[in-house]
């Protein structure tokens, strides 16, 4: 049974402060269009610049994770990423007026309960899943982090953390399915050591730092004046060590919280990769900087089998969806210009087009006559023609626009095209089609061999009278 995307139904807004910038912000969920996917936006800057929540957009993760984009940054996005996939959300836009997302109370749990009020809305466009094919493992030998995902048919976590701690000691979180993060792991909250508070707290590094949003672990002998001294600075009558070797400032919500909230933590960074996992996540003693290198090496691994050359392979000769003479009811071109001849598959995202290579073609008499080869920007423009039709499709009077090229990345040409040959073009959008710009992803095929492909950018334009194709 496929799944549909989802997205919320109205916005909601959180408040609070940044855990180390202090900064006062107000995050707003609000709801996105399919495929948008999720997207911070600094609604405090001029242009009001988006980020997309990306791990290779990702440049620190020193004390929490910070995405940046279009010259705008967003710090500790972690805790709010685990919470619209615990959520179970694809499209979600996150409006935040300042630099760090708020901490709370240190958990996901405020935010999944701002998302659940805010009701869910199921979309159109079934969702995308890349299912672990093989083990994939990340490792950090001097640092004994080990991380491995294993194909399951599910979500599923296993982490395990040691800190050569006698308090906290070795613990393990486990969740059997992800449908499991609100009950089990999203009102776990983020912990340090005392050690680590007052560094940072010399170092002024948890401007909005509080009692209130963190579990502190008490690694050390403590003196009376060293507990006064934090009463103090977090204007509290009194501190106590409890007995479970934290300060009292809170009550622990599971014995392994910890453990839950590096499980959150992981959650949230894998969220990066940008595509819905099925697979099995064992990791002893994660970190950010670890959880985004696997992130990475997951998404490596989805291009991967995105690019191999087993793809769909079309039957050319079924009856063909639009003809030569219905597409040119479409497109503008025509003879010797018009490089495609049936459109096979039509949708809001995908287009798949055939071209039947023949002998008799203009082109061939000077491109290597005694060994014929179809040129490679024929190629190219017959893809841009296939995707033209998608594009063109998102309009009501096709006839009164043109689509012009922006842009072609990534091209490649994997084989001769030769007389004879039928190439069949797939063309997928890689994001929604905004104010006239479409960006599509096309490949080409001979049978079940990938010939060509590349990425396009196209803008569609209104015919001037002049113009107008009679």
Known sequence: MNVKQKTIKNEVSVQGVGLHTGANVTLTFCPAPENHGFKFQRTDLPGEPIIDADCDNVTDTARGTTVTQNGASISTVEHVMASLVGMDLDNILMKLDGPEMPIMDGSAILFVEALESAGIVHQSIDREYFQIPHNIIYTESDRKVEIVAMPLDDYRF??????????????????????????????????????????????????????????????????????????????????????????????????????????????????????????????????????????????????????????????????????????????PHRQPFLFIDKILELSKTHVVGVKNVTMNEEFFKGHFPGAPVLPGVIQIEAMAQTGGILVLSTVPDPRNYLTYFLKIDKVRFRAQVLPGDTIVFRCDLMEPIRRGIAQMKGVGMVGDKVVVEAEMMAQISKVKESERVS
């Open 158 to 331: 296993t982490c395990m953390i040691d800190y050569n701690s006698p308090v906290l000691g070795s613990q393990h979180a486990v969740i059997s399915s992800i449908a499991e993060f609100k009950e089990e792991i999203s009102s776990c909250r983020t912990f340090c050591f005392l050690h680590e508070l007052e560094y940072q707290l010399q170092n002024n590094l948890i401007k909005g730092g509080d009692l209130n949003n963190a579990i502190v672990i008490v690694d050390k002998e403590v003196t009376r004046d060293e507990l006064d001294h934090l009463a103090k600075i977090f204007n509290r009558e009194k501190i106590e060590v409890a007995p479970q070797g934290i300060l009292n400032n809170m009550e622990l919500r599971y014995q392994n919280e910890p453990a839950r909230h590096k499980l959150l933590d992981m959650i949230g960074d894998l969220a990066l990769v940008g595509t819905y996992l099925k697979g099995h996540i064992m990791a002893a003693r994660p970190g950010h900087a670890a959880n985004i290198a696997f992130a990475k090496k997951i998404k490596a691994a989805i291009k991967k089998e995105k690019n191999k050359k087993v793809q769909k392979v079309y039957d050319p000769s079924v009856k063909p969806l639009y003809d030569v003479v219905q597409i040119m009811d479409i497109l």
